[in-house]
Nanobody, 115 residues
């Protein structure tokens, strides 16, 4: 099993920055890739950014040029650097792992961007 713990959320003004962290533990050898997702009230959960074990990344169009996903394999941690934040980025952010056995999720961290 893989366990994921997110941190780094909070309240920030529009135009500000936050960095989210997702620490993985357990059967990390089974992880093929990691992703950050978000869910705003009344909306479906959506993919924000994804990174493969090989370092390939992809982003939602709404965050391209503002968010950066990265990983530190030595720390088993994935980061999401969020810059130029907008009120529409307000959501609960979740990290998830891609494994052959399913997609475990973290508990989520709230990001609130005030205008």
């Amino acid at each position: 099993q893989v366990q994921l713990v997110e941190s780094g959320g909070g309240l920030v003004q529009a135009g500000g920055s936050l960095r989210l962290s997702c620490a993985a533990s357990g059967s990390i050898f089974s992880i093929n890739g990691m992703g950050w997702y978000r869910q705003a009230p009344g909306n479906q959960r959506e993919l924000v950014a994804h990174i493969t074990n090989g370092g390939r990344t992809n982003y939602a169009d709404s965050v391209k040029g503002r968010f950066i996903i990265s990983r530190d394999n030595a720390k088993n941690t994935v980061y999401l650097q969020m810059n130029s934040l907008k009120p529409e980025d307000t959501a609960v952010y979740y990290c998830a792992a891609d494994t052959p056995y399913g997609r475990p999720w973290g508990q989520g961290t709230q990001v609130t961007v005030s205008s």
